[in-house]
């Protein structure tokens, strides 16, 4: 396999770090004149930084997916091999193999690093493709673990959820004095500009990382067309999930590789391209492959 570094990954992952930790250095500047929401901040900091070392565990916990050995029956047998075959091929250590019981037909990788990376797939993915598409699902999230931008999406996602917990929750530091509230209305007012702009940051980068997976699925596997297929199957069998399972699996949404359908809103702020789109680019990658 010839794997070639995208730059223009890295790049955009080097400026959104850029950014959002300017942007978390302005913040916490505003938030230390209030003593009150600076601690709360600072302690919301430690937890959260705690979180992305638990990260993996954590978003396992939440997909109530399960952690599985090669022994454990023939789905897991069949996954392990496929993913140590795969992350042989991608020069990749193997990462832990996850299930999750769900009939929303999904798949994500997570962890801070190549070494400790963890990829889940679900029981509705698996009911859902063929071995070869399966195949590209896996590989694009190994790709993502090649790439290591689960590890920014990680980093950038809870400096933004500091933000969101203030605007959500300043209020209750405020008191019944107007004089007194003025410095707590300050403070969530710029929670919620750093909030927007991390939320816009990151939807940037997570499209682009999607398109970087893509073509390092192709790269992995050789078959472009076998990841296109799989993203139209599971695109078109969303439909057809209970509307209490994909609630249950929402929060994971920035992760998998297909997100949950929302309205037209929704899919503007989407943290993904259009799945159409992902298709056109594979095939096109598809008919180079054959010229050469």
């Given at each position: 396999m010839e794997w070639k570094p995208d730059w223009g990954l890295r790049g955009r992952m080097a400026f959104t770090m850029f950014l959002l930790f300017a942007l978390y250095?302005?913040?916490g500047a505003v938030l230390l004149q209030f003593r009150g929401l600076g601690v709360w901040a600072a302690f919301m900091g430690i937890f959260l930084f705690a979180q992305f070392f638990f990260s993996d565990k954590l978003a396992l916990y939440s997909m109530g997916a399960t952690v599985v050995d090669e022994d454990d029956g023939p789905q897991a047998k069949k996954l392990h091999a496929m993913v140590g075959r795969l992350s042989q091929q991608a020069d990749l250590p193997k990462p832990k193999v996850a299930i999750a019981d769900t009939s929303v037909p999904n798949a994500f990788a997570t962890?801070?690093?190549?070494?400790?990376?963890?990829v889940c797939v679900t029981t509705g993915l698996m009911r859902?493709?063929?071995?070869?598409?399966?195949?590209?699902?896996?590989?694009?999230e190994l790709a993502h673990v090649k790439n290591r931008d689960?590890?920014?999406?990680?980093?950038?996602?809870?400096?933004?959820?500091?933000?969101f917990l203030i605007v959500r929750w300043g209020w209750f530091f405020g008191g019944d004095d107007n004089r007194q509230n003025?410095?707590?209305?300050?403070?969530?007012?710029?929670s919620l500009v750093?909030?927007?702009?991390?939320?816009?940051?990151?939807?940037?980068?997570?499209?682009?990382?999607?398109?970087?997976?893509?073509?390092?699925?192709?790269v992995i596997t050789g078959r472009p067309s076998a990841l296109a297929?799989?993203?139209?199957?599971?695109?078109?069998?969303?439909?057809?999930?209970?509307?209490?399972?994909?609630?249950?699996t929402s929060e994971m949404n920035a992760f998998f590789i297909i997100p949950i359908k929302s309205d037209f809103i929704g899919r503007?702020?989407?943290?993904?391209?259009?799945?159409?789109?992902?298709?056109?680019?594979?095939?096109?990658?598809?008919?180079?492959?054959?010229?050469?």
């Amino acid at each position: 396999m010839e794997w070639k570094p995208d730059w223009g990954l890295r790049g955009r992952m080097a400026f959104t770090m850029f950014l959002l930790f300017a942007l978390y250095i302005a913040f916490g500047a505003v938030l230390l004149q209030f003593r009150g929401l600076g601690v709360w901040a600072a302690f919301m900091g430690i937890f959260l930084f705690a979180q992305f070392f638990f990260s993996d565990k954590l978003a396992l916990y939440s997909m109530g997916a399960t952690v599985v050995d090669e022994d454990d029956g023939p789905q897991a047998k069949k996954l392990h091999a496929m993913v140590g075959r795969l992350s042989q091929q991608a020069d990749l250590p193997k990462p832990k193999v996850a299930i999750a019981d769900t009939s929303v037909p999904n798949a994500f990788a997570t962890g801070r690093s190549q070494k400790n990376a963890a990829v889940c797939v679900t029981t509705g993915l698996m009911r859902t493709l063929d071995d070869d598409e399966l195949e590209g699902v896996i590989a694009h999230e190994l790709a993502h673990v090649k790439n290591r931008d689960v590890m920014v999406m990680t980093i950038a996602s809870f400096l933004s959820s500091i933000a969101f917990l203030i605007v959500r929750w300043g209020w209750f530091f405020g008191g019944d004095d107007n004089r007194q509230n003025m410095p707590v209305i300050v403070a969530i007012l710029a929670s919620l500009v750093v909030w927007i702009i991390s939320y816009l940051l990151i939807r940037a980068l997570s499209r682009y990382r999607e398109y970087a997976a893509d073509r390092g699925a192709a790269v992995i596997t050789g078959r472009p067309s076998a990841l296109a297929s799989a993203l139209l199957k599971i695109s078109g069998r969303m439909e057809n999930v209970p509307k209490r399972d994909m609630r249950e699996t929402s929060e994971m949404n920035a992760f998998f590789i297909i997100p949950i359908k929302s309205d037209f809103i929704g899919r503007l702020f989407s943290t993904h391209p259009s799945t159409e789109n992902r298709v056109e680019r594979l095939r096109d990658m598809e008919r180079e492959m054959e010229t050469f």
